[in-house]
């Protein structure tokens, strides 16, 4: 889609668009709105007259930490003044200049939305390429059956009558020579289950061997590579499929009405109800719940973001988010040895995000206010909203704390409440879910599941390879691995911190500090310089993030917070290898740098078949810059080496990969130990029969009851039967002080020293 800057549409578009804010009531960290975006358009279509341009992404260009953390301090500390210096809100705009001969010049700018004016202009060297647009990802099917050549190919496999071809665009890979190449695309191609041409029928089932690869400046087909499809023997051996080639294959589908069998019918309900409403409150992009304030950004490369952390007024980290995402293939057939994506950098974890849907990608009670809209730009260089790309809810994990003194019976136990802060992501065959999970006793997960379609191939009927498995009849599953990269802007307790990790070695028998053999110490190692280190489970390694300049009370330690990274395998292909280069983060499970402003990529800024990994973390660390007592960064790469099951297809439960963020002397207690400990009364054990409760009728099952319990089945009905005719005359009053006084009488206690203190004997 191209702007043509002579359009008096695109003059005023921005007029266009119904938008009631200005930038000047906007926070520095929230995404651009759609008058924004349009006011970047516009700058840049004047300033490139009268060259046609196509835009690629227009979002929030951060301010620098430098200018930023001020404004942030001011804010915390309700110290805002009109006069507070504000940093300028600025939009990074790409785009391309299209010639006359169709070329494209690959551009990069910044523009002051509110001045109106372009503050940096770049033309990007040709050796690198542009993520993937939304319209040429839309644009590749078409232009592919278009195809006389890819018509051909098609007529070579003998398919079915009106058979339909599904096509997944896909991004080249790297490149074979560090010569600049013409931006490709390349497609898997698949079709319809011939059977019923249902357009939600799962096409991975019936692969078809042929790739087509597709010059997007030309927009043309100007090849289709044909796929190697035997196995043991003839793995590198081409054309040996049978010649009706997907004659072999079986439909394998997910959607429910296409489920062989139908779906089971013995799951009742679970429902998640918060009578009160929910906990946190949500002004704009801040969030505050549980002693916890951050704000919620979101962009096109990394989807949701999260900034300026901080509990009980104590700032924790600037900056977390999902830097970059690499899936390797591990089928050394060509062109297979390319088969590799960043996608992230390749084509944005954003611009792939679902819209969330209430019930079903998140539970409880969602208000208006829990789900985060996202304001991307599209070709033409126009804002729109994309809504509910962020889910934000509270959840039950199971018990938080407890504790019973088995002099009295007296038992204390918290429930484990978490609030979710969640984005989905579908790229073609696979979704993944990532969640920045927040906990009561100042801990944070960073959690990420993946879940989708395995990418298939075809094979030949009677043929095992050792490049995957065989997940349905002509269908294989190729070895893969996903290798993530998470990016941790610390500050705790400040900006000056130091990465340092601890091992816990076992002690020599010695006489006199070992005499009888169960000791063990603690090494700590400081990293001073930018650097690498991997997992050690064998020494529990641990990393802290702490704070040297100041020290806990109790401990007498500096403050921090840690992790332990789980040995996760990391790059399988050889550091050599086209992947191995292009993913140089992948070659270790931590990585420490210097901050500096922008970098915010592991793999470097331009992933789209690249060579070689350019300004990633590798070119990072090379600085070998003083990381001690510093404003530092911390990355950890984490893979999932999936080699696929037939449990996988047609669609793979999720796997499920967690990296806990907990204090470590940053507090002088547990700070969880305020959490209420009030019994949940809505928790029932029923006898047999029907019960109704809340108006709904709930079939249950014979339960033992002990004697004197105030919930058993008798006594339920009872109150059922009394919550009914209050139904039917009046409002109903609350019971709940009633079960405590009685429960406190079971227990001997005075009711009022029960309540906030038991939830349970």
């Not at 299209?98 to 509110?114: I, K, P, Q, T």
């Not at 931006?183 to 096409?203: A, E, F, I």
Request: aromatic share 8%; with cysteine; hydrophobic share 35%.
């Amino acid at each position: 889609m191209i702007a043509d800057p002579s359009d008096p549409v695109a003059k005023d578009i921005s007029a266009k668009v119904d938008n009631s804010h200005t930038s000047f009531s906007f926070h520095p960290l929230d995404q651009l709105s759609t008058k924004e975006i349009n006011t970047a358009r516009d700058v840049i279509l004047q300033c490139r007259v009268p060259a046609p341009v196509t835009f690629r992404n227009i979002a929030l260009e951060e301010p620098p930490k430098e200018e930023l953390l001020p404004y942030l301090a001011a804010e915390r500390n309700q110290e805002l003044t009109p006069e507070t210096p504000k940093p300028p809100r600025l939009a990074r705009v790409l785009y391309d200049i299209v010639s006359s001969e169709h070329a494209l010049m690959f551009c990069d700018s910044v523009v002051d939305v509110e001045t109106k004016e372009e503050i940096s202009y770049e033309i990007v060297d040709r050796q690198y390429h542009a993520p993937l647009s939304g319209d040429e990802i839309r644009d590749f099917p078409d232009i592919v059956m278009a195809s006389q050549m890819f018509q051909d190919a098609l007529v070579e496999l003998c398919l079915p009558e009106n058979v339909m071809v599904v096509i997944d665009p896909w991004m080249y890979g790297g490149c074979d020579t560090p010569e600049a190449e013409p931006r490709y695309m390349q497609g898997l191609v698949y079709t319809r289950d011939p059977g019923t041409n249902n357009p939600d029928s799962n096409h991975y089932a019936f692969p078809l061997p042929i790739i087509p690869v597709v010059d997007m400046t030309t927009r043309e087909v100007i090849r289709v590579d044909k796929l190697c499809t035997g196995g043991n023997g003839d793995a590198f051996e081409e054309s040996t499929h049978p010649e009706e080639t997907i004659a072999h294959c079986r439909p394998a589908e997910y959607i429910p009405e296409l489920v062989e069998g139908g779906l089971r019918q013995d799951l009742k309900p679970l429902n998640v109800f918060q009578p009160e409403g929910v906990s946190f409150r949500v002004t704009g992009s801040l969030v505050e719940w549980q002693k916890w304030r951050f704000r919620v950004g979101f962009n096109a490369r990394e989807g949701a973001t999260i900034h300026d952390v901080s509990y009980d007024g104590r700032s924790l980290f600037h900056r977390i988010s999902f830097s970059e995402m690499s899936v390797p293939y591990g089928d050394p057939r060509p062109p297979f040895h390319r088969k590799q994506a960043f996608d992230f950098g390749d084509g944005g974890a954003g611009r792939a995000t679902n819209s969330l849907q209430i019930g079903c990608d998140c539970l409880g009670v969602i208000k208006v206010v829990t789900y985060f809209d996202a304001v991307m730009s599209d070709g033409s260089g126009q804002g729109t909203v994309v809504p509910n790309v962020i889910c934000m809810h509270e959840q039950d994990n199971g018990i938080g704390w407890k504790h019973s003194n088995y002099r009295t019976g007296r038992a204390v136990v918290t429930r484990n409440r978490q609030l979710v802060v969640q984005f989905t992501i579908t790229l073609a065959n696979y979704e993944y879910i990532f969640a920045y999970i927040f906990d009561q006793a100042g801990g944070i997960a960073i959690e990420t599941r993946a879940t989708g379609v395995v990418s298939t191939v075809p094979i030949d009927p009677g043929k095992r390879s050792p490049w995957g498995n065989i997940v349905s009849p002509g269908v294989l599953a190729q070895n893969h691995q996903h290798l993530f990269c998470v990016r941790i802007d610390p500050c705790i307790d400040g900006t000056q911190n130091t990465i340092l990790y601890e091992e816990s070695h076992a002690l020599p028998w010695d006489e006199e500090i070992n005499p009888y053999g169960n000791g063990y110490e603690i090494k700590q190692t400081v990293m001073e310089k930018s650097g690498w280190a991997d997992s050690a489970p064998e020494h529990n390694r641990v990393f802290k993030i702490i704070n040297p300049n100041i020290m806990n009370p109790i401990s007498g330690r500096p403050i921090g917070y840690r992790f332990t990274p789980p040995s996760t395998q990391l790059m399988l292909a050889h550091p050599n290898s086209i992947m191995g280069r292009r993913a140089a983060y992948a070659a270790h499970h931590v990585w420490v740098t210097r901050y500096r402003d922008c970098e915010y990529w592991a793999a470097g800024r331009w992933t789209n078949q690249s060579h070689v990994e350019t300004g990633g973390v590798r070119d990072m660390v090379e600085r070998n810059e003083d990381i001690e007592n510093e404003d530092i960064v911390l990355w950890y790469s984490f893979g999932l080496t999936h080699n696929p099951r037939v449990e996988d297809f047609p669609v793979m439960p999720v796997e499920i990969h967690t990296i806990n963020l907990k204090p470590s002397d940053f507090f002088t207690q547990n700070p969880a130990i305020d959490v209420p400990s009030a019994k949940n009364y809505t928790s029932k054990i029923y006898g047999d029969g029907i019960v109704k409760k809340d108006g709904f009728e709930v079939e249950t099952s014979p339960e033992p009851q002990e004697e004197g319990d105030p919930d058993s089945a008798q006594e339920a009905e009872e109150e059922a039967g009394e919550s009914d005719a209050q139904e039917e005359n009046e409002e109903p009053e609350s019971e709940e002080p009633e079960k405590e006084e009685l429960e406190s009488e079971e227990l001997g206690e005075d009711p009022e020293t029960i309540t906030n203190g038991c939830c349970g004997a």
